[in-house]
């Protein structure tokens, strides 16, 4: 069982970055693959990007690569976006999730994980 906690949404203009920050609650974050997945108004929930439980293995949606970075700190129980180069076609609320995982593995199906954070609003203005 693990709680998530998103954070770090806000308001920003084309071409401005963004740090989401996603906290996570207990003592067996490092057994927990992590992912980010965003929806915007109108549109199905989508795959953002996915780390594996020691960090080294991510993976990321084509429309976000290059300008987006997850990133965890298995010590301090804490998943990261790092946001560059947004767009307006970025806003979405952005969700953290979580699921029991083997150490190598990356999901990028909602339906893979289990446990969700309540989701942080990003806005990005022309």
């Known amino acids: 069982q693990v709680q998530l906690v998103d954070s770090g949404g806000g308001l920003v203009q084309a071409g401005g970055s963004l740090r989401l920050v996603c906290a996570a609650s207990g003592r067996t974050f490092s057994s927990y693959a992590m992912g980010w997945f965003r929806q915007a108004p109108g549109k199905e929930r989508e795959f953002v990007a996915a780390i594996n439980r020691g960090g080294g293995i991510t993976r990321y949606a084509d429309s976000v690569k290059g300008r987006f970075t997850i990133s965890r700190d298995n010590a301090e129980n804490t998943v990261y976006l790092r946001m560059n180069s947004l767009k307006p076609e970025d806003t979405a609320v952005y969700y953290c999730?979580?699921?029991?995982?083997?150490?190598?593995?990356?999901?990028?199906?909602?339906?893979?994980?289990?446990?969700w954070g309540q989701g942080t609003q990003v806005t990005v203005s022309s």
């Open positions: 999730a979580a699921v029991r995982a083997e150490y190598y593995n990356v999901y990028a199906t909602g339906r893979s994980y289990d446990y």
